[in-house]
């Protein structure tokens, strides 16, 4: 049965249908939301190839960048005609070079002398991803289910005062504390997140919107509650930073003192399989996924599409504050200031679309991004390269997942493969035959 | 102008959507094409248009090879389709719709409004169209937006014309016209190509008939063919067009829809005082044109939309005020008239959608968790009873074509106990075997002993399933009438016209 192609898919008719004798007139009207909602879903759930690719292009780039700031290889390009084998070795060692400092620097140092100091840097690497594992999967939670979550620093900023505010002021033993510390943590979060719902839910409010104020607004409410002596403020000092967290609350290293790597880690490993249960086995993550794909047709099956949207950034916001938690807990226990986020809400939109909203595709981002943070800081320090290539990089692989769906959006173009040889844009859209 | 397809093939992928078509279109001739959904029709318009490429064969303008890359060319060369939804600018005079793409120009770039005017002006006199060139489009009604696109295209000196499924908007009394219209556009000696899968409309004006099944012209007809001989034609064998059913067997199960009165959010009265009942047993269809209240009335029977006022009880009990959910515990079963974006969700999987709205408990829901199991044994269940026709149940229902998603939300909405059942439109855009089916489950819904609701848009469909009809009109109820009402009557009830007296209750 050829039905694909003799019906192709029309733009939905408007709900509210038009008075009798009207009907027809509108359908060109609603096209514009239909072709931006499906590049949306383009950008967070295309296909593995381009996550991949989109990876290898951007570290490419990277090199080009690395050689062409590298001061050999512009010595010798000075005299490029008279003898190009000193450029081409210049270029190959300063690439190579670059490269495997941050391979040194995130992976395995070679340099070492026992396995033990060896393996130190992937620990370094597993130990950045950590934030970035539970952040990454809230923001994929909410594009499976059509929402986008730019309010990361102002959940982790409501987690880590929650967590924190536990952490040094109450006297507990031991588990109890920590777990009280991470569970007060996450619903603070999850609370934040939650006002960006209802406020969809209730109002329409966009979610995008709603949640980047709400950034600014828990920025400064960290800021208040930082500056002002006997809230957060650490007792008998005018700075802006909290006491250290009491020892019963903190997160304990894995393997020991010897490296950073603590309880943070197993606990987003926990969250990776909790997300994928979720959204693959469970009813609301069902009731997530089809909210997400089809509003209407969710509705239409009973499925209460506002208490769902809240319901998602709960889910969402728990999930971005457990990065939050592990920051105070885990990885700096000496107190926090504003800038406890450290710009993790933001990466995390970097890993959710590089994992391609999936919890297993987003470990997988976290840990690449981890020890790109942690290889970088190497490769600055021993070949002299800016630790800012590797923002270039992380930047450039967002444009690259996102640009083509993007690119298509804007000037119409039909998606390749789906009908070749053709000039114009989608007949689909045309003639809706 | 003589328009020939030679031999045209257009793969898409491993599927053959035209395979080597040949079709001669004279001038002074109605040719009418017919052919299933999906059966390779409007692939084949959209290569004459110049949409798709060919991957073979070859079309011919008067016996010359023409090759075109897009609606531009194939314009140009004389070729004017008129489409099933209109492509007009709501908001823009008919003659600024007629002129744009082709904007008459003075001196300076400014627009020739009045050159506009004077050509839609020629053509609507020519022709008897009776159109204001200063007529705002979205104020016109449907049958005269048509005849403003046929305008558009007969401003370009198009010679050769394509209807692409025109009536399916219109009223009977409106595809009257139209086909008074095409009649005259052929005698004047335009060559017209006629794309329907309606038999009587065919056997009305066409005088030729190539019929397309898979893809394939499997043969030609006459004019004179009978309805059972051209269907069979269509479908590769022949069709029982009417529903076999016998009388209806009256359960205690009762819907009553009293003084029912839905306003939409500009406070245009969109369902207005609508009273009926609707006893178990018995099929009740609400028929009219589109966008006369019957969309919404059959939202409001799950909820979708909240009434202002009056009430929907089912078996005494009141519905008004509880969500969609509180509709769904009640047993309602709903086929949205838009399948494929109220109905399914695309990209889930057959077996994903046959459960959408039975997320309630047992057995697809246990706790907090979905029953993997439960599920996938329900939907290969379901595939074989409904004969969906799917590579697997993990496919995403996007992929099938239009009979097979709509057989996927029957078998979801007819697979659980019902104490009502609403369907809109529910064979819209199906083929005619899936047709017969839909058809025979839905009476055999109503034998079970439940109070089922059609909404329909198509005589056809209303006369060969309704035990009682329902007509609507702006919001209104025009008149109830029984199954064997004639066409005729029907028609005029359509367009607002009341039955004599008497023949109202029913």
Known sequence: MSASDDRPAVPAESPSVDPPGQGAATHTTKEPENRWSTAFREIVGGSWGVSVGAVLLAILAGSILIVATDENVRAAAAYFFARPGDMLSAIGSAAGDAYAALFRGSVWNYRADSFADGIRPLMVSLNYATPLIGSGLGLAVGFRAGLFNIGGQGQMILAAIGAGWIGFSLQLPWPLHMLLAIVVGMITGALWAAIAGVLK????????????????????????????????????????????????????????????????????????????????????????????????????????????????????????????????????????????????????????????????????????????????????????????????????????????????????????????????????????? | MKLELRGITKRFGSLVANDQIDLVVNPGEIHCLLGENGAGKSTLMNVLYGLYAADEGEVLLDDEVVHFDGPGDAMEAGIGMVHQHFMLVPVFTVAENVMLGHEPTRAGGRLDLEQARAKVREIADRFGFHVDPDAIVEDLPVGVQQRVEIIKALSRDAQVLVFDEPTAVLTPQETDELMAIMRQLRDDGAAIIFITHKLREVREVADRITVIRRGKVVGEAEPTSTDAELASLMVGRSVELVVAKGEPQFSDALLEVENLEIVDRDGLVLVDDVSFEVRGGEILVVAGVQGNGQTE??????????????????????????????????????????????????????????????????????????????????????????????????????????????????????????????????????????????????????????????????????????????????????????????????????????????????
């Open chain 1, 201 to 433: 839910a209730v109002t329409g409010a966009h979610e995008v919107i709603t949640t980047i104020m709400l950034n600014h607004i828990a920025f400064y409410l960290l800021f208040f509650l930082l500056a002002t002596p006997g809230l957060l403020q650490a007792p008998g000092s005018a700075n802006p930073k909290t006491p250290p967290m009491q020892s019963s609350a903190v997160m304990p290293k894995i393997f020991g003192s010897g490296y950073h790597l603590h309880l943070g880690f197993v606990l987003a490993l926990l969250a990776v399989a909790a997300t994928w249960w979720l959204m693959e086995r469970s009813k609301l993550g069902f009731t997530f996924r089809a909210v997400g794909e089809n509003p209407r047709a969710a509705r239409v099956a009973g499925i209460d599409v506002g208490r769902t949207t809240v319901w998602v950034m709960v889910v969402s916001g728990a999930l971005v504050a457990l990065a939050g938690v592990t920051q105070v807990l885990g990885t700096s226990t000496t107190g926090f200031s504003t800038d406890v986020d450290a710009g993790m809400g933001f990466d995390a939109i970097t890993v959710a679309l590089l994992g391609r909203s999936n919890p297993v595709g987003v470990l997988g981002a976290a840990i690449l991004f981890g020890a790109f943070r942690a290889g970088g800081a190497t490769m600055q320090a021993a070949e002299g390269i800016p630790i800012e290539i590797v923002t270039v990089i992380q930047s450039l692989i967002v444009l690259f997942i996102a640009a083509p769906p993007l690119v298509r959006a804007i000037f119409r173009l039909p998606k390749p493969g789906s009908a070749p040889r053709r000039k114009a844009g989608d007949p689909a859209k045309e003639v809706a035959a």
């Open chain 2, 297 to 506: 009335l059959a939202e409001s029977l799950l909820g979708l939309v909240e009434p202002s006022s009056g009430s929907i009880r089912l078996d005494g009990v009141e519905l008004v005020g509880r969500s969609v959910d509180g509709f769904l515990r009640e047993g309602i079963g709903f086929v949205p008239e838009d399948r494929s974006v109220d109905g399914l969700v695309g990209t889930f999987t057959v077996a994903e959608n046959l459960m959408l709205d039975r997320l309630d408990g047992p057995p697809f829901v246990k706790g907090a968790s979905l029953q993997i199991g439960a599920r996938d044994e329900f939907a290969r269940r379901a595939v074989e009873e409904f004969d969906i026709r799917t590579q697997s149940i993990h496919a995403p229902a996007g992929r099938l074509s239009g009979g097979n998603q709509q057989k996927v939300v029957l078998a979801r909405e007819l697979s659980r106990e019902l104490r009502l059942l609403v369907a809109s439109q529910p064979t819209r855009g199906v083929d005619v075997g899936s047709i017969e089916f839909i058809h025979e489950r839905i009476v055999a819904t109503r034998d079970a002993g439940v109070p089922v609701i059609v909404v329909a848009t198509e005589l056809d469909e209303a006369l060969a399933l309704a035990d009682r009809i329902l007509v609507m009109y702006r919001g209104r109820i025009v008149g109830i009438v029984p199954a064997d009402t004639p066409r005729d009557v029907l028609g005029l009830m359509m367009a607002g016209i009341a039955p004599e007296e008497g023949s109202k209750v029913a």
